[in-house]
């Protein structure tokens, strides 16, 4: 692969914020979206897989070798993706079991200042509680407000594609509630997607 960060066209010694503003404006250039009915369409794509890889790979450097998915020891990466301290704090927390505690410091974020981060870790604790439609549409509000994260949009997809592999599906509509979603699928949701948030819900899977 090429050095990522020439592909982000940023320096190696750049800031977390400053690499993640390159990549949303390349990702808003280069999004197949954009290209659907032109000839330029399977370039934008390959490009933007590139520069997914590209930011992928930092992430995971600068990470220490996680991706922010969970290793083998169970737990996932603590660094906030935004550099928020109070948000590493939560993360660590989390992996810890520490949920209710966590839960805590995450509900003193005033309103207005609750981001994209903030839903995220609010869905990761609901998850790990078992609330899978609530983590789901937190997970949802995480990634309308940033949807070029990689790890708010790996969790939401996953919880998703689970739910509707093994329940059906499950609406998180206001007032829908579970379709198909009975405790057995739901369990193997949170199995397969807690990963986000560390440990293991069943051994066996």
């Not at 190696?12 to 690499?19: F, G, H, V």
């Not at 439609?133 to 309308?144: H, K």
């Not at 198909?180 to 986000?196: P, T, V």
Request: charged share 25%; proline share 2%.
């Amino acid at each position: 692969m090429n050095d990522p960060y020439k592909v982000l066209g940023v320096s190696s010694n750049a800031t977390d914020e400053e690499i993640k503003k390159a990549y949303r404006e390349l990702a808003r250039k280069y999004h197949p979206d954009k290209y659907r009915d032109s000839d330029l369409a399977d370039l934008a794509s390959e490009k933007m897989k590139e520069i997914n890889a590209a930011y992928e790979e930092i992430q995971k450097m600068r990470a220490g070798g996680s991706s922010g998915r969970t290793n083998n020891s169970g737990s996932y990466n603590t660094r906030s993706s935004t550099g928020n301290p109070k948000y590493s704090q939560i993360r660590r927390m989390i992996n810890s079991g520490h949920f209710d505690e966590a839960d805590r410091i995450l509900n003193e974020v005033d309103e207005a200042s609750r981001d994209a981060e903030w839903n995220f870790l609010k869905g990761c604790i609901l998850l790990k509680r078992g609330h899978y439609v609530d983590a789901q549409r937190f997970f949802d509000i995480a990634c309308s407000m940033d949807p070029y994260n990689q790890e708010y949009s790996a969790a939401q997809q996953e919880l998703a594609r689970r739910a509707n592999g093994y329940g059906g599906g499950y609406t998180t509509t206001r007032g829908g509630g579970c379709s198909g979603c009975d405790i057995c699928s739901g369990l193997l949701c949170a199995d397969c997607c807690c990963e986000c948030c560390g440990g293991d819900l069943i051994s066996c899977c």
